[in-house]
């Protein structure tokens, strides 16, 4: 390859605005950092950059854009190239180039692996998708009860002991009773 193809090849590349990989999230305090420095309705795209660096991974859906930070070293034995890891991240989400919200790995409850980076868009995704370490039931919580499951449990045994509770052609007290007579209409 001459020095002209790959003066191209680079300067494309630049243009992408992600970076080949980032270690900025990877720990807990560095999250809530990041978080924290988001100022919703003035924070930057620009400015979120220029503090700290460059997404791994960058959605955009019409005025919409997504920041995605996290490791993209594989897991060891993991084949595809640039799969990550999805336990760990930070998602800054920036409407019209203002920030709108922040989501964390300790925000967010349980969510799927991330995509790998390549092949990338218009391409098929050659990974099985599997629910993310912070998911009940997988990675280090394996085992015991995660919290957001233990605390659905106990809203579903409240919810589920108060009907109980109440006959079959009982209402609960200050709740009207169905109007729903068919057709489409409510007497």
Known sequence: MTRAHLAVVLAL?????????????????????????VEVGKTTETEFITRWGAPTQRVREGGQTEFIYRNM???????????????????VTFQYGRAVGVRTSETE??????????????????TTVHPAATC???????????PVEQALRQFTDAVDGAAGSLGSSETAPGVRED????GGKAD
């Open 13 to 37: 590349a630049a243009c992408s605005e992600t970076a080949w990989n980032t270690t900025i999230a990877d720990t807990p305090d560095r999250r809530l950092a990041m978080a924290a420095s």
């Open 73 to 91: 070293s594989n897991p060891a034995g993991y084949i595809a190239p640039r799969f990550g890891d999805s336990a760990s991240y930070v998602i």
């Open 109 to 126: 409850g349980c969510r799927a692996t991330f995509a790998p980076v390549p092949p990338g868009y218009g391409w098929p995704n050659p």
């Open 136 to 146: 009940p039931g997988v990675g280090p919580l394996q085992g015991r009860v995660h």
């Open 179 to 182: 109007a729903y007579r068919g």
